[in-house]
């Protein structure tokens, strides 16, 4: 019976300690990073992607007519980016209402998409009260630019 109460508080410990570290998303800083990767027809099946140096990433926000970049970027020589959105960023342009525009360079992949760009999502990773602690970009889409 001891056991189970030293792992129940344990527990307890563990969960309230990844939700103080989640609230920094309130006011403090919250990230979206990740690395620009081609995949090889010939190298897919061992999980082996070559990376994309180079490739510029905007952060676009609006609808229809009114979409304008808020933060852009160009990933590094291992192919990756990183944006960090504070507070005033989040009240002026919701992260989550917006998406990565990625621009590949001219022949960095086997894969060309329409119009040279890839859209992905972002997507907010929230913590159990609900504030957001991290973004992530969702599942892309080719759509010509």
Known sequence: MAFLAKLLLVSLLSIGITETSAQVGIFGNVTLAGVITCPNDSLATLRIFRIIPEAKVDVV??????????????????GVYSFSFSFSDILLNNPELCYLNVTLPSNSCTFDPP???????IVGIRSVLGTVSTYIPGAPSYLPV
């Open 61 to 78: 926000c609006g609808i229809l007519f009114f979409q304008r970049t808020v933060k852009s970027t160009t990933t590094n020589l291992i």
């Open 115 to 121: 119009g040279g760009a890839i859209r992905f999502p």
